[in-house]
T-cell receptor, first 115, second 112 residues
Framework: ETGVTQSPTHLIKTRGQQVTLRCSSQ?????VSWYQQALGQGPQFIFQ???????GRGNFPPRFSGLQFPNYSSELNVNALELDDSALYLC??????????????FGPGTRLTVL | TQLLEQSPQFLSIQEGENLTVYCNSS?????LQWYRQEPGEGPVLLVT?????EVKKLKRLTFQFGDARKDSSLHITAAQPGDTGLYLC????????????FGEGTQLTVNP
């Protein structure tokens, strides 16, 4: 069984640029969630995708957007990058459309640095 | 305001000592999960607790979910250097589907 994978591992961008991060969910999982983890803090929920539709969103501005594809992989897009967007971006997958008791499995993350 | 208050934030102990990490909230959770995270990696799930009062053991780690499902604790017995890492609690609120709300984490260092 393949776990959650993310690409790229590291990324450096400058303010104002746009970035796309990618996630492949664990085999059999149809729900993907994205989290932002700033240095020294716990992860913060960005949004969740289930069957290619957004299924819940945290307190992040519209310049954070996403997609889920028919194979359940997902992308996180961030436009007009700001310095505060520097963080570890984590993808987590689960099965079952996001029921509370379903365990989420995290990928290794993408470390984004905005200069 | 942090929905989940985790304490202590930092803990440095000697090998063989015992420790407890606390996770408290005013909200009720459908489930609560504990993760361990190494630098530069994603969190790895240790345990999920669902029932109020539930106690789960994983070798030297004991996890407890409060009776009211608002708080949880992680107790490690005879800590080892390999236990070093960031411990995160994360709750799922009853109305939020599977969205995880994380505490800020406890950075544990076990010195040989």
């Amino acid at each position: 069984e393949t776990g959650v994978t993310q690409s790229p591992t590291h990324l450096i961008k400058t303010r104002g640029q746009q970035v796309t991060l990618r996630c492949s969910s664990q085999s059999g999982h149809n729900t993907v969630s994205w989290y932002q983890q700033a240095l020294g803090q716990g992860p913060q929920f960005i949004f969740q995708y289930y069957r290619e539709e957004e299924n819940g969103r945290g307190n992040f501005p519209p310049r954070f957007s996403g997609l889920q594809f028919p194979n359940y992989s997902s992308e996180l897009n961030v436009n007009a990058l700001e310095l505060d967007d520097s963080a570890l971006y984590l993808c987590a997958s689960t099965r079952g459309g996001g029921r509370a008791w379903n365990e989420q499995f995290f990928g290794p993350g993408t470390r984004l640095t905005v200069l | 305001t942090q929905l989940l208050e985790q304490s202590p934030q930092f803990l440095s102990i000697q090998e063989g000592e015992n420790l407890t990490v606390y996770c408290n909230s005013s909200s009720v959770f459908s489930s609560l999960q504990w993760y361990r995270q190494e630098p530069g990696e994603g969190p790895v799930l240790l345990v999920t607790v669902v029932t109020g009062g539930e106690v789960k053991k994983l070798k030297r780690l004991t996890f407890q979910f409060g009776d009211a499902r608002k708080d949880s604790s992680l107790h490690i017995t005879a800590a080892q250097p390999g236990d070093t890492g960031l411990y995160l609690c994360a709750g799922v609120e009853e109305t939020s589907g599977s969205r995880l709300t994380f505490g800020e984490g406890t950075q544990l260092t076990v010195n040989p």
